[in-house]
């Protein structure tokens, strides 16, 4: 341990993590690290009509397509989606790879989110400068991989040799020989899984909008069939903690209970499920805690934004109260990507935090989560860190 300066920053309350409230503690930092939280002093930052809290972990987005005019794309199904998406890809008048990706980790910083876990389908989307500047959102991008020809796959893998894990587009954009090499793989690995009825058909019957999509940009079909993409994540060896399902929102609950007994964690993205005006999921009928959360990206969603995902997670599933969602949008997502040290402000944590003004300070942290889920309510500034 360095000895960095100790800084005492005391705002009104604190909101540890989602069963936490302090009152009148200064939360006491070192070398960007929470030490602890003590007693009001006069050496006490402080901070009067505010309140804070650890910052969100979003395990889910893409930093391309910032500027996708999606508004105007058809939102019927996915593959009449993907068609507009792979159409709008080619045209030369959008942002570079490079700039859409500092301007969506500008508006993630902006929003508040501390971490961010992004599929990279395109060469040049990250941020150097963000990278090398060490700003936040802390970001882990993993090389996408989509190719559906199985002779494809060395290829593939290794354009992400030394990444510190790999991305699979989804059980059709992917052969099996190269989800198995994928996934026999130590490390993190991310998937869309169980994102809509339109993936769940073309597994099982091999038919449907999304086979006629390949069919007609000459891409192969997945070669075999499978009742469940469950079983089909299963088949290709990814039923294996590390391993997370993005989306899994037409998943069944013996289907997202088999995901769990295997240690995979989903990654639901309620801005996107929004967009695509889908139906309910069916995590809460499942009776498994609620799931980390992503954004996706604005091919998809209209905003960036860690707050807005919690409260539409609210408002779109109501069976977990604020409380649920807001650990799901904090230690919930740093749990799936394995960081103890994000998502809460024990002692310990990364000294990350979002600053909120209140003139009265919620009561517990039950209340605490129910007013970070009002509408109207705004980090200060983005997110903060402690150097
Ligand atoms: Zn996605």
Redesign the pocket.
Known sequence: MSGGAVRRLRPDAILVDSQTLLSDRALVVRDGRVLGHDGPSAEDEVHPGEFWSAAPVLV???LESHDAPAATWSRAGFAAWAAELLAWRERRDRLPPDQAAAASLAELRRAGCGFVLA?RAEAGATSEAHRRARELPELLDLPELFAPEPERAGEALRTCAGAPGRALHSPFGVSLELARAAFAAPGPVSI?LGEHAEERRLLAAGDGPLAELLRARGRPLPAGRWPSPVDWLADAGGLRPGVLA??GADLRPEELRRLDRAGVRVVW?PG?HRFFRRPAPAFAAAGLPAPAL?C??RA?NDALDPLREFRLAGRLLPDFPPAAWWRAATEGGAEAVGRADLGHLRPGAAARWLRFRAPRSPADAAAACVWLAGEEVRPIGGVEAAA
């Open positions: 889910h987005a893409h599929h869309h993005v989306h993205c996107t992503g996706d990206s998809s």
